[in-house]
């Protein structure tokens, strides 16, 4: 028992670390939202929900919720489904199949704002790559980062390219750790490979599913600098997500107190996402992952 006690000392540092990085920041954001904080007037004023009121009732603050929703959804669900595909092409490789896993890891590593340069530059109009191959040919391409939905999907696909990779690895990894008996069994039982992706494969595969899918959720959510360097929120506010529009409220305007609880509802948006996805994925069996 005293020895259980004294290592309860070797967690002292990352609670500390914990507590200085996360539950302070949170509950001082918390605070903040609070009040009606104007930064140049330096003279917080107690007005309660007052904030989160007023957030309900803001136009903008909804375009930028369904911007966030669409850009989160499409491109996380992109991302799966693209990761998936390589990651099961890459199992049933009899060679090769890590170096090919390098070279399609290597978007994953660039730097988000040169990645988001490198983008700019293939989608930009008139003189980008995309437009400048095919105006040639008589072929005319849409105009990617000024039309309100083709920047939407610009900004999907630059997200989709950058994480694909991320999502890949992990499936990947988890597709190499699953009870090849069973899979065998199901083989023998005359399942077709439809059958044992859906049947087998992808239950067996559920809790890397969870870990991964919820990991892209919380990152897609806080996505601001590809998006600010591709779009910068708009044509309009066409592209301008929750993150944009904080960081526009908190930096602009120096509306700290908005800001801060622009945070705090960002995050009761992911917590309520993410249980909602536990949700669905294990509707059928309750309790024990």
């Not at 009899?94 to 530059?121: E, K, N, Q, S």
């Not at 494969?201 to 892209?216: A, D, T, Y």
């Not at 800001?259 to 309520?272: D, N, P, Y």
Request: with cysteine; charged share 10%.
């Amino acid at each position: 028992m005293n020895t259980h006690r004294g290592l309860v000392w070797f967690l002292a540092p990352s609670l500390l670390v914990l507590v200085a990085m996360l539950v302070y920041p949170l509950g001082y954001a918390l605070y903040l939202s609070l009040f009606d904080y104007y930064l140049p007037s330096n003279a917080p004023k107690f007005i309660g929900l007052g904030n989160y009121l007023a957030l309900l009732g803001e136009a903008r603050f909804w375009g930028a919720v369904y911007n966030t929703f669409v850009i989160v959804v499409a491109s996380v669900a992109l991302e799966f489904c693209l990761g998936l595909v390589l990651a099961v092409g890459l199992y049933k490789l009899r060679f090769g199949a890590h170096g090919l896993m390098v070279v399609l890891f290597v978007p994953h590593i660039i730097t988000p704002v040169v990645a988001a340069l490198f983008l700019r530059w293939i989608f930009v109009g008139q003189w980008g790559l995309i437009d400048a191959t095919f105006w040639p040919l008589g072929i005319f391409t849409p105009d990617w980062l000024g039309d309100p939905i083709w920047a939407k999907v610009t900004v999907v696909l630059a997200d989709a390219w950058k994480a694909t990779p991320f999502m890949m690895l992990v499936l990947y990894a988890g597709l190499q750790s699953l009870d090849q008996s069973l899979i065998e069994a199901a083989t023998v039982d005359g399942a077709n490979g439809r059958q044992l992706l859906f049947r087998v494969v992808l239950p067996l595969m559920r809790p890397i599913i969870l870990f991964v899918v919820s990991i892209r959720i919380m990152d897609a959510f806080r996505f601001f600098d590809t998006i600010y360097v591709l779009t910068g929120g708009g044509p309009g506010t066409a592209t301008e997500t929750l993150t944009l529009y904080t960081y526009s409220v908190g930096f602009s305007r120096l509306e700290v107190g908005k800001a801060s609880a622009l945070g705090v509802v960002t995050l009761l948006i992911v917590l309520g996402l993410i249980s909602a996805f536990v949700s669905f994925l294990y509707r059928r069996e309750r309790g024990r992952f």
